[in-house]
């Protein structure tokens, strides 16, 4: 069911001028929202002009926000050409394999990802178990009580400046409940909305884990995601209930000019699990950090991240953890790797209020410098309000070891080949936690990645 | 080729406001800082390593049950071959309020930098408000740079233990709390200063408990 575009294009532009309550209107109108929402996307426009940018973090310099309307083209209208895709990105799919259907899928250039046949027997399989997926605009239509219930209520608009964007202008994105019990043995991947944008600008997704349940959540993808629109901002909330576990996994690989600025957040009652599996690899700026609110006794998050930057590239990522309850406990493994200019940094968050009793939790980056071009930055804050909490936090920034670069050699790899064999078996402890087929393309983009780098 | 200088500073109660030194090449300098706790104190403390063969090492001790310290340590490497340890113990009971914020940067020149940051607290009451943010900012790619952070509360087992052992309570409990706060002592080459760091840390603990 495709929707229709009814709206004259044109009357969202307004060349120069920032967003604005007419496109927010307009946005709001054609997608037919009750006045509740609307009401919602206007407050949170009238909290995003008035926030400053950050101080801290990236250099935002470059993001000209006044020519937000600019951005609010939906993707699926980008109508390209196969012809109009730059040549690197197409020698890119070329070299990682990717199958013909999907390179047009990847570079915006289909309307739809063709594979009706798989889409439909999943919907199916999911609709059995009684599991909602589907995009946010029908997640509101044909769930109005469940959506409204729990939309916003994890991030609200006042968080920051980007969430009151996303808020006022959002659109696409993944609606998402399992209902008690149910374990989704299979990951949801974003492929198989095939009715909504992907590759929004500003997607929200919402995912509620009843109690008991499980489920992957899988969105993005390692080859390099081609868009016209310079900023993503996305936002994430996920409700994790009583015993519930979430697995969500990100791979971003947007093409270098993009600023993506994302907010993603997790509560998670007693006894629930959330992991955040986050890749970074693309992008000029990312500015983003996986967040839990541990607010059930016994609640367990996780967040495992990888981090490549190249030349001119900024990832400023990390991870924010509050334990806000008893004998909660919480993991952090950060892995980066800055080569040929680029800058990785791990920002990071940890609380623990004073009624979080017996509370363990521990942290580890290691960071991979691998030449003098390129900068790596760690600047966790560690707040500690209870005195029976075991806190472990390590950080080491080394570059590759030259002993076993030479073995490597003496062995006949080429130093380019040994190279990204080090960099890979660095990064094995969590790509070995992506589906396989990522993990795959994952190994082999790092390839030719090292292989492009200064040997 | 200039001679290895070595220089000891021991400061017994940091005061408010900053201090800012500079270890020139094949200068090895100790630094042993002692926090004040009552009312509100702000130190920052800067460390410039230029040059080969500069080292460094910093002892704090942040031991109290009442005020507010807040503490920043900034030790940037320059030229190459340079060395610098922190080690910061935390014993914090009572109400006591502490912020330790520790930046190592390594610069572009600072080749074979070496650097280590450990802040390890030891928690004694649920009152206490504990911050710590080691940060690194790294521009060097042949460096070995770390940092450890770890909090915790006293070792139940370790208690029971001792006191099965006929001590009582209390004197179970400054034994473990003295371990652990003079558990970087050994770093201290000089045996003399050892000492003395070791009797000053007896001194407060026996003060907070």
């Known amino acids: 069911m495709e929707k229709k575009r009814t709206h004259n294009r044109n009357s969202l532009y307004s060349a120069g001028l920032g967003l604005g309550e007419e496109a927010v209107r307009s946005i709001s109108a054609q997608k037919q929202e ?5 009401e919602y996307r206007l407050k949170a426009l009238a909290v995003f002009k008035d926030k400053p940018l950050p101080t801290w973090g990236a250099d935002l310099s470059g993001l000209h926000l006044d020519d937000l309307l600019y951005y609010l083209q939906p993707a699926t209208s980008a109508r390209r050409s196969w012809e109009e895709v730059p040549t690197e990105i197409k020698e890119t799919f070329d070299r990682l394999g990717i199958p013909e259907a999907e390179k047009k899928y990847l570079a915006g250039v289909g309307a739809q990802y063709e594979s009706e046949l ?62 008690k019990g ?8 974003t492929y198989f909305r095939i009715n909504s944008e ?25 080859a390099p995601t081609y868009n016209t629109a310079s900023l993503h901002s996305g936002v994430v909330e996920v409700v994790v209930k009583p015993g519930a576990r979430v697995v969500y996994t990100t791979i971003q690989n947007w093409s270098k000019d993009i600023y993506n600025l994302t907010t993603k957040r997790a509560v998670v009652y007693q006894n629930g699990v959330m992991q955040w599996i986050d890749g970074n690899l693309g992008s000029r700026v990312t500015m983003k950090y996986p967040a839990i609110h541990l607010l059930g006794e016994g609640a367990r998050g996780e967040v495992h991240s990888f981090t490549s930057a190249g030349d001119g590239q900024h990832q400023d990522v990390g991870s924010k953890i509050r334990h806000l309850a008893p004998r909660t406990t919480s ?36 960071a991979l410098l691998l030449d003098k071009a390129s900068r790596s930055d760690t600047y966790p804050t560690v707040k500690i309000h209870n005195a029976q909490a075991q806190v472990e936090h390590e950080a080491s920034v080394s570059r590759l070891n030259e002993e076993q670069l030479f073995y490597l050699c003496a062995r006949g790899l080429e130093a380019s080949e040994a190279r990204s064999l080090m960099v890979n078996g660095f990064l094995e402890p969590i790509v070995k936690e992506l589906p396989m087929e990522y993990a795959v393309e994952l190994n082999r983009l790092i390839q030719m990645e090292m292989a492009g780098s200064v040997g | 080729m200039s001679e290895q200088q070595t220089q000891i500073i021991v400061r017994e109660k940091l005061s408010e406001g900053g201090e800012c030194l500079t270890v020139g090449p094949d200068q090895h300098l100790t630094y042993i800082y002692f926090t004040r706790t009552d009312g509100e104190v702000d130190s920052r403390l800067e460390f410039q390593l230029q040059g080969s063969g500069a080292r460094l090492m910093i002892l704090g001790i942040n031991i109290g049950s009442a005020g507010h310290s807040r503490v920043t ?80 509360g006293l070792d139940r087992e370790a208690l029971i233990y001792l006191k099965s052992r006929g001590l009582s309570h209390r004197s179970a409990q400054e034994l473990l709390v003295r371990g652990f706060a003079g558990a970087d002592l050994p770093a201290l080459e000089t045996l003399a200063v050892r000492s003395q760091v070791k009797k000053m840390i007896e001194d407060k603990i026996t003060s907070v408990l």
Not at chain 1, 119 to 129: E, F, G, I, M
Not at chain 1, 149 to 172: E, H, R, W
Not at chain 2, 142 to 147: D, F, K, N, S
């Open chain 1, 182 to 189: 149910v374990q989704v043995d299979l990951p949801l991947q």
């Open chain 1, 331 to 366: 993991r952090v493994i950060s892995k980066s790797v800055s080569r040929q200019g680029g800058r990785a940094g791990y920002r990071g968050e940890l609380y623990v209020a004073p009624e979080a009793k017996e509370v363990k939790t521990n942290v580890v980056c290691d």
């Open chain 2, 73 to 152: 340590i900034r030790t940037v490497h320059r030229g190459e071959n340079t060395v610098s340890r922190v080690l910061i113990r935390s014993v914090l009971a009572g109400r006591a309020v502490s912020e330790v914020r520790g930046l190592v940067k390594t610069e572009l020149s600072a080749t074979d930098a070496e650097g280590g940051f450990d802040h390890h607290s030891l928690l004694l009451s649920d009152r206490v408000r504990l911050t710590t943010a080691p940060t690194l900012e790294i521009q060097n790619d042949q460096v070995q740079i770390t940092h450890a952070a770890t909090v915790g």
């Open chain 1, 34 to 38: 009750p006045a509740w929402l609307l």
């Open chain 1, 198 to 222: 992907r590759l929004g600008q500003f997607e929200r997704t919402l995912i509620i884990a009843d109690e008991g349940s499980f489920v992957h959540y899988v969105e993005g993808c390692t």
């Open chain 1, 118 to 179: 798989v889409y439909q027997s999943t919907q199916q399989y999911l609709a059995d178990q009684g599991v909602i997926f589907t995009d946010s605009h029908n997640g509101l239509k044909n769930h109005p009580d469940l959506f409204g219930q729990y939309f916003g209520s994890v991030i609200p608009p006042t968080d920051n400046k980007f969430a009151a964007l996303n808020s006022a202008a959002f659109s696409g994105g993944s609606f998402i409940y399992i209902p």
